[in-house]
Nanobody, 121 residues
Framework: QVRLVESGGGLVQPGGSLRLSCAAS????????MGWYRQAPGKQRELVAA???????NYVDSVKGRFTISRDNQKNTVYLQMNSLKPEDTAVYYC???????????????WGQGTLVTVSS
């Protein structure tokens, strides 16, 4: 079983920065894509950014130029550097990963428990 643990959320003023981390642990042979999603009150969960094992990235338009996703494959950890934060970035941020426990197993999607990011003055 694979577990994802997020950290780094909190309260920040508009224009400020935060860095989220998500570490995967457990029965891991390999992890394919890792990503960050967010869900604001009353809204659907949306993909914020994703990164493949090879380092290819994609971002939702609203965060391009402000957020940067990266990963450390040796540590099975993904990061989200968030700069120039806006009140509309306020949401619970969830880590997501596609992992498998061996070459004989298929990739399974795993979710973290979420970390709250609040952007407010």
């Amino acid at each position: 079983q694979v577990r994802l643990v997020e950290s780094g959320g909190g309260l920040v003023q508009p224009g400020g920065s935060l860095r989220l981390s998500c570490a995967a642990s457990g029965s891991i042979f390999s992890i394919n894509t890792m990503g960050w999603y967010r869900q604001a009150p009353g809204k659907q969960r949306e993909l914020v950014a994703a990164i493949t094992s090879g380092g290819s990235t994609n971002y939702v338009d609203s965060v391009k130029g402000r957020f940067t996703i990266s990963r450390d494959n040796q540590k099975n950890t993904v990061y989200l550097q968030m700069n120039s934060l806006k009140p509309e970035d306020t949401a619970v941020y969830y880590c997501n990963a596609d992992s498998r426990r061996s070459p004989l197993h298929r990739y399974l999607e795993v979710w973290g428990q979420g970390t709250l990011v609040t952007v407010s003055s």
